[in-house]
């Protein structure tokens, strides 16, 4: 199975901060990899697939970038809303593992 | 509009067998392979597995293989997951996703609102 390993797992930020998460596959994935946004209480939400494509209806601070083992989910500008949990999921090959997930938070 | 509709809440006790269900409408049900993830108590989500609705293809994770099934009706445009014997480790948040592929690139762009499963004696 493919790791997927989150960092930091958590963070506390304010609003208009730049956010910046981190997923590392335990091999190379090519863009073969996902992010997932989870309000508390609610189901998680596609924000950006292919490494780096934005999911229509997602708001154009959110971006991500990234091939091979290293990737990265950037938010530019946080607003109220993005405070929730971020998961990375790899596409490449099954079983689809996902990241263990990072908590942003209020400073 | 494209929604996934899951059923409702299940408390069952050790032992018991359960079916939960996922219903798609507003698309092509049988275009799209049906996902199922697993959510614990405030931790992360977990691939279970997923199916072809065309031809009820299945994949599995190892870490379920065995202890849940997976089906589809495609009649009714109906996914579902299915345990035999439940123990209190299945106690969780049970999702229903759509897979969706472009470029050989694949990602879950719909998802069901939840299932709360609850195994307690």
């Known amino acids: 199975d493919i790791q997927m390993t989150q960092s930091p797992s958590s963070l506390s930020a304010s609003v208009g901060d730049r956010v910046t998460i981190t997923c590392r596959a335990s091999q190379s994935i090519s863009n073969y990899l996902n992010w997932y946004q989870q309000k508390a209480g609610k189901a998680p939400n596609l924000l950006i697939y292919a490494a780096s494509s934005l999911q229509s209806g997602v708001p154009s601070r959110f971006s991500g970038s990234g091939s091979g083992t290293d990737f990265t989910l950037t938010i530019s500008s946080l607003q109220p809303e993005d405070f929730a949990a971020y998961f990375c999921q790899q596409s490449y090959s099954t079983p689809r593992t996902f990241g263990q997930g990072t908590k942003v938070d209020i400073k | 509009e494209v929604q996934l509709v899951q059923s409702g809440v299940e408390v069952k006790k050790p032992g018991e067998s359960l079916r939960i269900s996922c219903k798609g409408s507003?698309?092509?049900?049988?275009?799209?392979?049906i996902n199922w993830v697993r959510q614990m108590p405030g931790k992360g989500l977990d691939w279970m597995g997923r199916i072809d609705p065309a031809d009820s293809y299945t994949n599995y994770s190892p870490s379920f293989q065995g202890h849940v099934t997976i089906s589809i009706d495609k009649s009714i445009s109906t996914a579902y997951l299915q345990w035999s014997s439940l123990k209190a480790s299945d106690t969780a948040m049970y999702y229903c996703?759509?897979?969706?592929?472009?470029?050989?690139?694949?990602?879950?762009?719909?998802w069901g609102q939840g299932t709360l499963v609850t195994v307690s004696s």
């Open positions: 996703a759509r897979r969706y592929c472009s470029g050989g690139r694949c990602q879950l762009d719909y």
């Open positions: 507003g698309y092509s049900f049988t275009s799209y392979w």
